[in-house]
């Protein structure tokens, strides 16, 4: 019969796609070792360093994998930029990697896995969501950082349009979408430093890059390659 630790630990899994990180079993009371002492007796499975997942716990497969990038940095992890504009169904846009943003002052202390893209950067309040449990930021914020990193124009149009009959972005968060856009125009991407929570124009060009698409995680492929745009880390707040 399964014990007070593990029905504590299975609770906060089950809304995390079937996964465990061990600063969540710090946080609940629960002394992360029991994690690995489960994972000995076969109750858990050990899928990155910190991360465990509950094997007879159900979770969708790809949404199972972005649950893990998001737990991956000691649940300090967003999912942002390319990854929330396709997690929020914005646009037709296929991300070969994983975009996840992180606190600037977090220290990363294990190697990034190639399907991870990492970006720095500080979330303004209200700027994060959650979807099947999952955190990932806004959809004005994943097209603003759209319009930084040069997503093709086609797709941004695509992205505010479809928030815009959704009514996830609306007044002047639309117009502010619609006027940065105008301004990058078609070629590249452009910086835009946070003041105050808004996103205002500061250009820094770069150039887009085609990326292929995303991988599942049973190592098939999802979509066929797309262009989005050239990753950077988020710029510092002025």
Request: net charge positive; proline share 8%; glycine share 10%.
């Amino acid at each position: 019969m399964p014990g007070r630790n593990y029905n504590t630990l299975a609770t906060i899994a089950a809304e995390q796609q079937g996964l465990i990180a061990t600063a969540d079993a710090r946080e609940a009371g629960v002394n992360p070792h029991r994690l690995v002492d489960m994972e000995r007796r076969g109750t858990v499975e050990r899928v990155a360093r910190g991360v465990y997942r509950f094997p007879l716990l159900e979770s969708n497969p790809e949404l199972g994998q972005l649950a893990e990038a998001a737990l991956w940095a000691n649940r300090r992890g967003t999912l942002s930029h390319d990854t929330a504009l396709d997690l929020h169904e914005l646009c037709d846009i296929n991300p070969a990697q994983i975009h996840i943003t992180i606190p600037t002052a977090y220290r990363l202390q294990k190697p990034v896995p190639k399907l991870y893209r990492i970006h720095r950067g500080e979330l303004e309040k209200g700027e994060q969501t959650f979807y099947e449990g999952i955190p990932v930021v806004t959809p004005y914020r994943a097209i603003a950082e759209g319009i930084e990193t040069g997503v093709r124009a086609d797709l941004l149009r695509q992205a505010i349009d479809t928030a815009r009959r959704r009514g996830r972005v609306r007044g002047p968060q639309l117009r502010r979408l619609r006027k940065m856009l105008a301004a990058r125009g078609g070629n590249g991407g452009l910086t835009w430093p946070h003041r105050g929570g808004l996103i205002w124009p500061h250009p820094v060009r770069s150039r887009p890059k085609p990326c292929g698409s995303l991988r599942t995680a049973d190592g098939g492929r999802r979509g066929d390659g797309n262009q989005s745009g050239v990753v950077r880390a988020d710029s510092p707040r002025p």
